[in-house]
């Protein structure tokens, strides 16, 4: 069974920058998608961003040109480097492993806090 483990959450004002890590027990190269979602107090988990085994990447419109995905193979880790935090990036993000072919793979970290507050 494959572990995630977010961490990189804080307290950051308007504007500023956070990097998020996820780091994962298996490879992930392997996996299909690295993604990362958040959900914010009484709204549904939606996706920030998502990195695929070839490194194409996705990204909300909400986060375009803010946030960037990116894949160090060699940690087995994932980062989100979000840049121009505004009040409403204010979430939990939390991270998924995906993997459809066998082994299969569908694990989620625990999340980690991001408040962006003056």
């Known amino acids: 069974q494959v572990q995630v483990v977010e961490s990189g959450g804080d307290l950051v004002q308007p504007g500023g920058s956070l990097r998020l890590s996820c780091t994962s027990s298996?490879?992930?190269?392997?996996?299909?998608?690295m993604t990362w979602y958040r959900q914010a107090p009484g709204k549904q988990r939606e996706l920030v961003a998502t990195?695929?085994?070839?490194?194409?990447?996705n990204y909300a419109d909400s986060v375009k040109g803010r946030f960037t995905i990116s894949r160090d193979d060699a940690k087995n880790t994932v980062y989100l480097q979000m840049n121009s935090l505004k009040p409403e990036d204010t979430a939990v993000y939390y991270c998924?492993?995906?993997?459809?072919?066998?082994?299969?793979?569908?694990?989620w970290g625990q999340g980690t806090q991001v408040t962006v507050s003056s």
């Open positions: 298996a490879s992930v190269f392997s996996m299909d998608f």
């Open positions: 998924r492993a995906y993997r459809a072919v066998p082994p299969r793979y569908d694990a």
């Open positions: 990195i695929t085994s070839d490194g194409i990447t």
